[in-house]
C-alpha cells in the first residue's frame, strides 16, 4: 500500500506538480443507541478511501476515491491533475507553501491493529450501567437516551515533500440526554463525554450523567431568568464556547486573509483583560482536538493565540503561513479522506487563572452564573451568542436560585476585555465543529467572572 | 468489474447462505465534480468517486445493519458477516413486518441529463469562475468575501432484497451557490446567500452571482429587532427551512410511531387554514427530490398529507406504515449524505405547498403595519422539550405600512413548531423549488405567519 501511494505522488511531479500529497483514511465506525435502557440502535461501517491533493500551476486540485487500488488511485491522481490543468490560473495571488525542518519526517508507528480498547457488547454493557446509575439518582428522572459513537482511525498521510507519517487515531463520544418530570412540570439536559478509548471515559461519563441529571432535576423548579445586563460568572463549558466559537474562529488566517474577521491586523493588540491566555493545542490527548500531525503533514503542537490579553498569532495551513511569513501552526484539517484539509482548530482553551470560585462569586452583590453551554452563534466581526441550559441567580455573593434556559450575546473583544477575574479549575469538552466540514474538536478552560454581560431568559420565549 | 446489482443481489445471497431470514442490500455509486470559490477567488476544483453499500439482515425478527465502502466481494462478506452478529445483539422486534416486494416501478422523466452525466470539469470550472466574476462585477467593488461553487452529480443507486426483487435508479444533479459578505466602512453586511438547484444543466450561475452580492449590499447598514411579536412574511428559501425543522419531521411515521409529533391524535382533523394543502410527490417531472423507487426499492407516488386544512396523511416507509396499518408511501430515505450508511428511514420527496385565494406575491406586504420580511434563516436549535425553534435571521427587512424598510441584523425568531401551520394566513401566488442537502426539496410560495416571536 505505502508503495502505491509514494509511486502516485510520483506520477503527479512527473508530470510537473508543485506539491502533491495522498492521505489514506481507513474508519471503523461503531453506533450504540438506548434509550430508557432499552437498547434502539446499533450500527457498524468500515470507511476506507484516498484523498489526493496537488498544487498545480499556481492551484490546488482535489480528488478522493473509495477504490485504493492501483488503478483506481491512478484515475484519481489522473482526475487532480486534469481539473488542475482546467483551472483558469491568471489569479494574482501566486501560491507558496511554507515549510518545516520536520516536513521530510516519517513516524515509525507500524500500529495496524485497532487501538480500540472495548468491543461492541462492552461498550453495550457500559451504557446499560451508566443508564442505571443515572436512573438511581433521583426518582424524578423519567427519560434518558444515551449515545455513543467510536471511531477506530487508521491513518496513512505521504506528500511529495518526503514526509511518510501513518498513526492510528481512536475516538469515543458518549451523549446523553436527561429528562426529569414532577407535577407536570419538566426539565431536560443534554451533555456528552468524549475523549480516547481509554479506562476513564465510562468513569467520565458516569459522572457527567450523574451531574446532568441532578441539573434536570434542580430544573423542575427554575424560574424565569431577569434579562438585561448583570455581572455574569461563566462556567468552564460556556467560557469554551466563548474561546471557540466567539473568539477562536476570528483567528482561522483564512477569514483573516479575506478581510471577515475583525481581528486582522490586530496582532501585537490589547484584545483582551491581562488575565486572559488563550491556547489553541494539538498535544492534550484526553481532548478531541488531539491530533499528533495535521493533513498537511505538519506535527501538532500548542499555539499561543492570546498571552495575557494580547493577541500573538492567528491558526494557519501552510499556505497562509507563507503569506503571513510564520511557521504553519498544524490547522490543516479535513472531515476526512473525501475533503480538502480547511484551517481549523483542534483543543482551544483559555488558561487557567489564580482567583477561587469562592473569592470570584464573593464579588457579586447580584448577578447571573450561567453553566452547560448548549450552542454558541458568532459572526466574524464578534457578534455572538451562547445558548446555556441553566443559570443560577447570585445574591451578595451566594448562589441562590435556579433559573431556566439563558442566552448570552455580546461582542467579542469587549467580552474578552471585560473579564476581570479567572478560576484556578479547568475543564475541557469535546464535541464537533461544523465549517463546511465537520470535524471534533475540544474547548473549555476555567470559569471566569465578566463585569457586564447581556443575558436573556430562553426558557419562556414564547 | 460488476455491476450494482450483481453486486447487491451477491449480499443477498450470502446472507441467506448463512441462515437469516431476511436480507436487503443498498448499493451506491456517485461521482461529483465541483468547482470552489473562496476568499474572493477560485481555490480549489474537486472530483469525487463515492462507493458504498449497507446491508440489512433479519433473523428471528432481529434485525442488524453494517456498511462499507468497498465494493468488492471480500469486503461485502466481511460487511454481511458483521451484519449479522449485530443482529444477534440486537433483541428482536416483534413488529418486524417484513421486507417490500420490490416491483418494477415507471421511469420519472428530467431526472437524469445526459449532459450533465457527460459535463467535463472544465466546464464546472468555468461557471464557478463565471460566478465569481459575475458576482465580483455587479457589487461595485463593496464585497469583501465571496465563497461557494459550482456542483455537479451523478449518483446511482440499486435495492435488491431477499424477496427476489431488484431495481435502480440514477440521476444528475446540478448545484451553484454563493455566500457573500460586504462592507462599507466598518459597517459588515449579513452573509448573502443564494443557492440554485437543478436536475438538468439550466442553473443561471450569473443570477445566483448577483442574488447573492444583492442580498449581501442590501444588508450593510442592518440594525437588530428589539423583542416583540410581528408579524412576517417568509420567503420560500426561509420558509423551507422552517418546515424541515418545524413540520417535516412531525408527519415522518418514524416520529408519530414514538408519538413524539403533535399531529399524532390529528389525522382528520383541521391544522390550518382552510384550502392549505400539502401533498408529497416523488413523480415530479424534474422534480429535486424526484425517484422512480425510494430507498426501499418502493415506487414513490403522490401523497396527500394535508388536504384543504385537514390533516390527511403521514409518511411512510414499509415499517411505519405497518406499524400504522397503512401501505408505504413511498418515502423511505437514506438520511446522511454518504446513503449507504444508514438504515432506511422516512423523509419527504417533493413537499408541495399550495393554497386557495393566494395573494399575489408583492401583495403579501400590503396589510402588514410593522413586522419582518424574511429571506434567510439559519436554526440555532430546536428545544425538544418545548417545541421551540430558534434561529437567527440572516437576510432580512423591517416592514413598515406595507414598505420594505430597514434591513435586519443579530436577530432571533422563535417559534412554537406545533403551531406553525395555525400561524400561516396568506400564501402567495408564485412558488419556488427548494432543495435540502441529503435528498427532500420543498416547493412553496412565500406566506404569512401572524405572531411571530422576536427574542
Redesign the interface.
Known sequence: MKDDYRSIINYCQDQGVHYSEVRFQKTNHTLLQIRNG??TN????????VGIRILFNN?????????FTKR?LL??AK??I???K???TN?Q?KITLAYEDLDCETTSSEVKKSVYALT??QN?REMQRLDSMIMSCDKRVSDRAITCECHDEYRIFQNSLGADIRVPLARVLIRM?I?AREMGR???VTDAVGGPPDDRIWERAVETGQRIAKSAVILLGAKSSPSGFFPVILDNSCTGTLVHEAFGHMTEA?FI????S?LRGMLGNQIAALCVSIVDDATLKETFGYLPFDDEGIRGKKTTLVSKGVLTSYLHNRETAAIFRVNPTGNARAQDY?H?PLIRMRTTYMERGSTSLEEMFRDVDYGIYVTRA??G?A???G?F?I?AQEAFLIKKGNITEPLG?V?L?GETVETLRNIDAVSKDFEVFSGPCVKTQTIPVGDGGPQVKIKRMRV?N??C?? | MHSLTDLTEFAVNVALQRGVNEAEAYGYMGHF?EGIL???????????????MGVMTVKANSV????????EKN?IK??VE?TIK?SR???PDPAWCGLPEIRSASHVSRTFDPKLFKI???EV??LS?TMLESATTSAQKKL??I?GGVIVAFEKFCVSNSTGGNATDKSTMMAAWLTT?A?DGID?SNPGFKIATSRMLDVDVQSVAKESSTSAISSLGAKKVSSATLPVVVAPYAFSRLLKDAFIPFVCGDLALGRASPYIEELGKSVCIDGLSITDNGTIVGGLASSSIDAEGVATTKTDIIRDGILASFLHNTYTGNRMGVLSTGNAIRRTS?PY???SSVGPTNLIIDGRNNLKNDRLLEEIKRGLLIKNI?K??T????R?F?G?VVDGFLVENGAIKDPIG?T?I?I?MPSLLHQIVCLGSDCEQVGFPFRGAVVTPPVVLSNV?I?
Open positions: 432499552v437498547l446499533i450500527k457498524e461501517g468500515i470507511d476506507a478511501g492551484a490546488w486540485s482535489f480528488s478522493s476515491t473509495n477504490a483506481g484515475k484519481a482526475d487532480a486534469r481539473i488542475a482546467a483551472r483558469n489569479d495571488r461492541l457488547e453495550l440526554s429528562r419538566s426539565g431536560t483564512d486573509i479575506s478581510g471577515t475583525s473525501r480538502e448548549s450552542v452563534k459572526n466574524l466581526t457578534a451568542r445558548y434556559s442566552v450575546s436573556e430562553l426558557s420565549t414564547l | 465534480t473562496k476568499e474572493n477567488r477560485s481555490v480549489v476544483c474537486n472530483s469525487h468517486i463515492k462507493t458504498g442488524g445493519f453494517c456498511y462499507t465502502t468497498q465494493l469486503a466481511h460487511c458483521k449485530i445483539t440486537k433483541p467535463e470539469c472544465d470550472i468555468s469562475e469583501i468575501s465563497s459578505l462592507k459588515l454518504n450508511e444508514d438504515m439559519v440555532i436549535e428545544g425538544r422539550v418545548e421551540v430558534y437567527t443579530n432571533v422563535a412554537h416571536k427574542v
